[in-house]
C-alpha cells in the first residue's frame, strides 16, 4: 500500500518539484511510524520492483535515495533538502 502511494505521488510529479516528494516521505514517515532505515527499504523495493530505469521517477527516486545515505552536496539550512534529511533523523 505505501509503495502504490508513492509510485502514484511519483507518476504525477515532475522532475523539478522534488521538493514537493520530500514532504509527501515525511508525511508518509510520520502517518506509518516508519523509521528513517524503513522508509529507505520501502522505496529501494519500490525502485527495484516497480519503476523502470528510464523512467523520470527512477531519477527522482534514485537523487532522493542520495539523501539517506549521505551521498549529496553541503546542505544549507534555507536549502528543501536541508528540512528533509533533518526530518529523516527525526
Do not use: W
Amino acid at each position: 500500500m505505501i509503495k502504490q502511494q508513492i509510485l502514484n505521488f511519483l507518476n504525477e510529479l515532475e522532475n523539478d518539484k522534488i521538493d514537493s516528494f520530500f514532504r509527501f516521505l515525511i508525511q508518509i514517515k510520520y502517518q506509518q511510524h516508519l523509521s528513517k532505515q524503513q522508509l529507505y527499504q520501502v522505496l529501494m523495493e519500490t525502485l527495484q520492483d516497480d519503476v523502470h530505469e528510464q523512467s523520470c521517477a527512477y531519477n527522482i527516486l534514485t537523487d532522493t535515495l542520495d539523501y539517506f545515505v549521505g551521498y549529496h552536496s553541503p546542505l544549507v539550512p534555507t536549502h528543501f533538502a536541508y528540512a528533509f534529511v533533518k526530518a529523516l533523523g527525526e
